[in-house]
C-alpha cells in the first residue's frame, strides 16, 4: 500500500505540475489532439529537510484517460475509471474519476498546464523533453523530468487505459470504491 501512496503522489504532483503555468510550454502545447507517451521521473523536496523522494515510471495520455506505471504499480484510466494495480501484492483499487479534477486525472496535464503562474519553472526544453519545477510551498518542491515524449495519431481506443478485472486471477483482491 505504500508504493500505491507513492505512485499516487507522483500522479498528485504530474498533475499539479502541469496545472500551474501561465507562460506557454511549446512542447506542451504540441500535446493537445494527439497520443502523448513519455518517461518521467520527479523528484520532491522539503527544504530544511534532508529529505527527498524519488519517483520514476512511464505514461501514455490521450484525451483525459492515462496509463501509468512506475514503482511496481500500474494505474490506467479511461476518463471515467481508474485501476490502480499492484501486481505484487495481487491487489486492484477500482475508483470513479471525476473528468474536470486535475488531482484525479493526470491526462488534464496536457490542457491544464498554464493555471500554475510563477510556480512553474522551465529549467529546460527540447524537442523530446522538458524539465520543470513546481514550487509547492515555501518548503517544498518538485522537480519534474519527461523525456523521450512521443506525439503520435490519437487511437480514439480506449482498450490501452481500461482493465477487465475478470481477466485477473482468482488471487487477486479487488476493491471497488465506485
Not at 515510471?57 to 506505471?69: A, I, S
Not at 500500474?74 to 483499487?93: I, Y
Not at 479534477?101 to 491526462?107: E, G, S
Request: glycine residues 6%; aromatic residues 8%; negative net charge.
Amino acid at each position: 500500500m505504500k508504493r500505491f501512496k507513492v505512485l499516487l503522489s507522483a500522479v498528485l504532483f504530474l498533475t499539479g505540475f502541469a496545472a500551474f503555468a501561465q507562460e506557454r510550454i511549446p512542447l506542451l502545447d504540441k500535446a493537445l489532439g494527439h497520443r502523448v507517451s513519455f518517461d518521467y521521473s520527479y523528484r520532491l523536496s522539503l527544504k530544511g529537510a534532508d529529505m527527498y523522494e524519488v519517483t520514476s515510471g512511464k505514461m501514455v495520455v490521450e484525451d483525459n484517460c492515462f496509463n501509468l506505471t512506475g514503482l511496481g504499480l500500474s494505474m490506467l484510466s479511461d476518463g471515467k475509471t481508474r485501476w490502480t494495480v499492484d501486481n505484487e501484492a495481487k491487489e486492484v483499487l477500482v475508483e470513479e474519476v471525476d473528468e474536470d479534477d486535475v488531482i484525479t486525472n493526470p491526462a488534464l496535464i496536457i490542457s491544464s498546464y498554464k493555471g500554475f503562474g510563477d510556480n512553474l519553472k522551465v529549467n529546460s526544453s527540447s524537442s523530446d523533453s522538458i524539465d520543470l519545477t513546481l514550487r509547492l510551498d515555501e518548503k517544498s518542491s518538485a522537480r519534474f523530468v519527461l523525456k523521450h515524449i512521443v506525439f503520435s495519431d490519437p487511437s480514439g481506443e480506449k482498450k490501452d487505459f481500461t482493465l477487465d478485472v475478470k481477466s485477473l486471477g482468482s488471487d487477486y483482491v479487488v476493491t471497488d470504491l465506485r
